[in-house]
């Protein structure tokens, strides 16, 4: 971040690697004293951006790759640096916003979105940029997707919320490094309503049938909303983003059917049950199971995690860290 704003790579030619575990949550093996020198550099730096300095002519893509190279530790493959470039957008700029459509193609198609995630949300964001008619379904009662749904204890997200982000919109004020549920359906109801797109979503709307017409070249789409009223859509264009993690899977499990105690997925969390007190059984010990086990944890009489592959995870000191003036860090 300093050579970017600054143009001086002094620092990147000194003998450390930056092999940072889950993305910088140590200090890549740097003394205390030197820690202390780059800080101390960098809050000059960030106050003088901050007050209008300009940044540096735009670096050479040597100097980038060496940048690159610095943060992963490791040199990164040539194939990989286009789609680094235009991830990173360097200069600030949003290179896939889409161009305006033509007068033509705006009068002769409608999209027909299915899914208000954040799928859905960057499709209806690109197509209003584009100029393109659409229309959004989604079958909840507000816009998420999976962080409207998902609501088990101890839920949020295991990327840094800085990375995670749209790459067209990073600057937003996130609390914690890794957000929790609550803090991510934010962020995408403050997308909807900066991008005004709540007048093109149909809520707590089904799609129950769609039709393409090969003569007609278009989509008929049948439409459910929640209190029975039927609808048909005509759209040139469908698109699913229907998302995958907010549909439960329940295996197969001999005598679950005639188990008598509360089962449930952790999709479907019964907040109208108390766990204080009670003998809890776990299966899975995915991204899930590693939030909310912990949370229910203490509460539990006993509590057994059954696990058929056991997954691969990485310590994040910092991951109920809230950000504030004085945290430094990575990311």
Avoid at 72 to 98: K, N, V, W
Avoid at 190 to 203: E, N, V
């Amino acid at each position: 971040a300093l050579a970017h704003l600054t143009g001086d790579i002094r620092h990147l030619n000194e003998n450390c690697r930056l092999a940072y575990p889950m993305l910088g949550d140590d200090q890549g093996g740097l003394p205390a004293e030197q820690q202390d020198k780059i800080r101390r550099w960098a809050a000059n730096v960030i106050a003088e951006y901050l007050n209008g300095k300009a940044l540096p002519p735009p670096l050479p893509i040597d100097t980038i790759r060496q940048m690159m190279d610095f943060l992963a530790g490791t040199p990164i493959p040539q194939a990989y640096l286009p789609f680094l470039l235009e991830e990173l957008a360097l200069d600030g700029s949003d290179p896939r916003r889409p161009q305006a459509a033509s007068p033509d193609l705006r009068s002769r198609i409608h999209v027909l979105i299915i899914g208000a995630g954040m799928s859905g949300l960057l499709m209806a964001v690109r197509l209003k940029q584009a100029g393109i008619s659409f229309e959004i379904v989604e079958k909840n009662s507000e816009v998420g997707g999976t962080w409207f749904e998902n609501t088990y204890p101890g839920c949020r997200v295991d990327t840094p919320s800085m990375l995670y982000s749209y790459s067209f919109e990073p600057e937003y004020d996130w609390p914690l490094r890794y957000s929790t549920q609550a803090m991510l359906l934010d962020y995408f109801r403050w997308i909807t309503d900066k991008y005004d797109l709540r007048p093109q979503i149909s809520f707590q709307t089904a799609v129950t049938e769609a039709l393409f017409d090969e003569d007609q070249m278009h989509w008929t789409v049948c439409l459910s909303h929640h209190t029975g009223q039927q609808r048909i859509v005509r759209a040139n264009v469908v698109i699913s983003a229907v998302g995958q993690l907010n549909q439960p899977l329940i295996p197969e499990i001999p005598g679950r059917d005639t188990f008598q105690g509360d089962t449930f997925h952790s999709a479907r969390w019964r907040h109208d049950l108390d766990l204080k007190g009670k003998n809890i059984a776990v299966i899975g010990t995915g991204a899930s199971a590693t939030q909310f086990v912990p949370e229910i944890a203490p509460h539990a009489q006993k509590l057994l995690v059954f696990q058929r592959t056991p997954p691969w995870l990485l310590p994040t000191k910092r991951a109920t860290r809230r950000v504030g003036p004085a945290w430094v860090g990575a990311g």
